[in-house]
T-cell receptor
Framework: GGIITQTPKFLIGQEGQKLTLKCQQN?????MYWYRQDSGKGLRLIYY???????QKGDLSEGYDASREKKSSFSLTVTSAQKNEMAVFLC?????????????FGEGSRLIVV | GDSVTQTEGPVTVSESESLIINCTYS????????LFWYVRYPGEGLQLLLK?????QKGSSRGFEATYNKETTSFHLQKASVQESDSAVYYC?????????????FGKGTKLSVKS
């Protein structure tokens, strides 16, 4: 089996600050995803990547950048943190991007903006 | 657009009681929906509980069952006798069999607490 590790578990920053979340997977999966989960809402896709150095925008990409420099890692940057985007960010991976491929998730990182 | 509506939580049941968490979907842009239940146990990441890709079929895992009903556009999650270890948050999700995981639509999640 494999594991997805997200760091940090809690990311505290000031309004307007640039903040970065990291995700590592050892499944050797091609596709990786970043989701945002707000309290009482479903998961919404921010960015995904189908292979190393590839980036694809999701429904919620505005205000975020992403980077996939290695197959095993996928980072997400909040370009200017705002208090209304305090949420839990979930990283996931799958062997391929097709809908039949199971998603494997990390435990999540909570963003706190002060 | 596509959407998923599930039982609003939190839901509390006693151990050994039966459980049903409702899930209905609207697949306006998907010709062949796939349906999933994901679960998040305390302290763990979301994981797939079960999936069904063909209408009329039933999926099962860990004592849970869900039947893909195309007529009622539903995919309710049921268990005959819950245990305390089933306490978790359950998410229904809708996918496109011919499409990408990037188009998965998740419900808001239903928090289940099982009392001993």
């Amino acid at each position: 089996g494999g594991i997805i590790t997200q760091t940090p578990k809690f990311l505290i920053g000031q309004e307007g600050q640039k903040l970065t979340l990291k995700c590592q997977q050892n499944f050797n999966h091609d596709t990786m995803y970043w989701y945002r989960q707000d309290s009482g809402k479903g998961l919404r896709l921010i960015y995904y990547s189908i292979t190393e150095n590839d980036l694809q925008k999701g429904d919620l990409s505005e205000g975020y950048d992403a980077s996939r420099e290695k197959k095993s890692s996928f980072s997400l940057t909040v370009t200017s943190a705002q208090k209304n985007e305090m949420a839990v960010f979930l990283c996931a991976s799958s062997i391929g991007q097709g809908a039949g491929n199971t998603l494997y998730f990390g435990e999540g990182s909570r963003l706190i903006v002060v | 657009g596509d959407s998923v509506t599930q039982t609003e939580g939190p839901v509390t049941v006693s151990e050994s009681e039966s459980l049903i968490i409702n899930c209905t979907y609207s697949a306006t842009s998907i010709a062949y929906p796939n349906l999933f239940w994901y679960v998040r146990y305390p302290g763990e990441g979301l994981q797939l509980l079960l999936k069904v890709i063909t209408a009329g079929q039933k999926g099962s895992s860990r004592g849970f069952e869900a039947t893909y009903n195309k007529e009622t556009t539903s995919f309710h999650l049921q268990k005959a006798s819950v245990q305390e270890s089933d306490s978790a948050v359950y998410y229904c999700a809708l996918g496109d069999s011919g499409g990408s995981n990037a188009k998965l639509t998740f419900g808001k999640g239903t928090k289940l607490s099982v009392k001993s």
